[in-house]
């Protein structure tokens, strides 16, 4: 069984008396759907699947159609059990989270033992009907890109081949056909994400200048960028705010995110230059077109791929905690990564080999904010490959 965490968190879940409705959120090829599968196979009770994919689910009284299935799943050889209802891609149905929410509330009434668990991407998901609609009735369980163990696991891919192809597992069979893999990748995950999940799915006014935000996060991935510079790179008239909103699309899809700077003050730290990051670095390799071997032997560019990939690894590893990623600059001294979880503040610097424009700012950040540690990845420090094996709030306990 594959994702194991995250089988055993919705496993448990649905094992418990109490209900809510359990939310899988996240990117597009992470193993949601399979994930859910793996589950209701080892659960001792009945279950139905829908996915709004299906034409005849694409409506709201598609969806009340399949809700009667699972209900009739509660009522067997007379008596009520406890029956599991999946939804997925529901978030294609205009008005869906109203009408979960008049369903839910009626089994509730009843005392229908009726588990639901709804599977799509997590901006939308997330932003568009559950905090407005579903408030108090839902619990969300973050599916993140794949952790460089689960790949190892499944693929037997040691760290440079992880660092340099990501954790997408559905292209992980193409790597030895690099072409195919890079069409795959460009294809079926980028341009799919972005056609679909945002660019349909959310007002976007700008459509041209949302891809090359992205492309730009792939070509300054583990690097300090100004908004005013990324509107001189990007050749386009928008204003900062439109871009903020872009990148946070762009990290609600599981894409591209930006790191605030560190400073112990919430306004500044909004209004900062973000550092931007991709969330898989299979979207770096895709945009850079390079052959493995060819990356690996270039010093600058597989010391920023790494960077790249601990960034990567950081921000996934945490998604749905209480730890908090950063990254601290003053002047010409710089830490790449702060993680902050209530007063428990860790400072990390990569050693990644490639020449840096800022000096390590560790004794600075050290001097001003007294870190309960500090921690050093590569050179002397912890092994990169043991770093990706180790989730993060390890480092920040």
């Not at 439109?242 to 946070?248: N, Q």
């Not at 921000?315 to 601290?328: M, R």
């Amino acid at each position: 069984m594959f994702r194991r965490e995250l089988c055993k968190t919705l496993e448990n879940r649905l094992k418990e008396p109490r209900r809510f409705i359990q939310v899988l959120a996240g990117p597009r090829q992470v193993g949601k759907t399979t994930a859910v599968r793996q589950v209701l196979e080892g659960l001792n009770m009945p279950s139905h699947y829908a996915s709004a994919d299906d034409p005849s689910v694409q409506s709201a009284s598609g969806i009340e159609q399949q809700w009667d299935i699972g209900r009739l799943l509660t009522k067997t050889e007379g008596r009520v059990t406890d029956a599991v209802l999946v939804l997925d891609e529901i978030q294609k149905i205009p008005g869906w989270a109203d009408l979960v929410k008049l369903l839910w509330d009626r089994d509730s009434a009843a005392g229908l033992p009726l588990k639901v668990v709804i599977l799509g991407s997590s901006p939308l998901l997330v932003q568009k009907g559950l905090g407005e609609s579903l408030a108090g009735r839902f619990e969300i369980i973050h599916a993140v890109h794949w952790s460089y163990s689960e790949i190892r696991d499944a693929f037997g891919w040691d760290d440079e081949t992880y660092i340099h192809y990501g954790g997408y597992p559905g292209a992980a069979p193409l790597v030895n056909d690099p072409e195919r893999w890079m069409r795959y990748i460009s294809d079926s995950l980028i341009e799919t994400t972005l056609s679909r999940d945002i660019l349909l799915m959310t007002r976007v006014d700008k459509p041209a200048l949302l891809r090359r935000m992205f492309h730009l996060g792939c070509e300054y991935s583990g690097q300090i960028l100004s908004y005013q510079k990324m509107i001189g790179q990007l050749q386009d008239a928008g204003n900062t705010t439109t871009l903020a909103h872009y990148l946070d699309l762009l990290g609600g899809a599981g894409m591209v995110a930006g790191i605030a700077k560190f400073s112990g003050n919430t306004v500044r730290q909004r209004g900062s230059s973000p550092k931007l990051q991709v969330l898989n670095n299979a979207l770096v390799a895709a945009h850079v077109r390079r052959s493995f071997e060819s990356v690996r032997n270039d010093p600058e560019l597989w010391g920023r791929t790494v960077e790249s990939a601990v960034g990567a690894h950081i921000l996934n590893s945490v998604k749905g905690s209480s730890v908090e990623v950063f990254y601290w600059r003053d002047k010409n001294r710089e830490v790449d990564f702060v993680l902050r979880k209530g007063e428990c503040v860790t400072a990390i610097e990569v050693k990644s080999g490639r020449r840096k424009d800022a000096l390590n700012g560790m004794d600075a950040f050290s001097k001003a904010f007294n870190p309960g540690r500090k921690i050093l990845v590569g050179g002397q420090g912890i092994p990169l490959s043991e770093f990706l094996l180790t989730p993060v709030e390890f480092y920040v306990d």
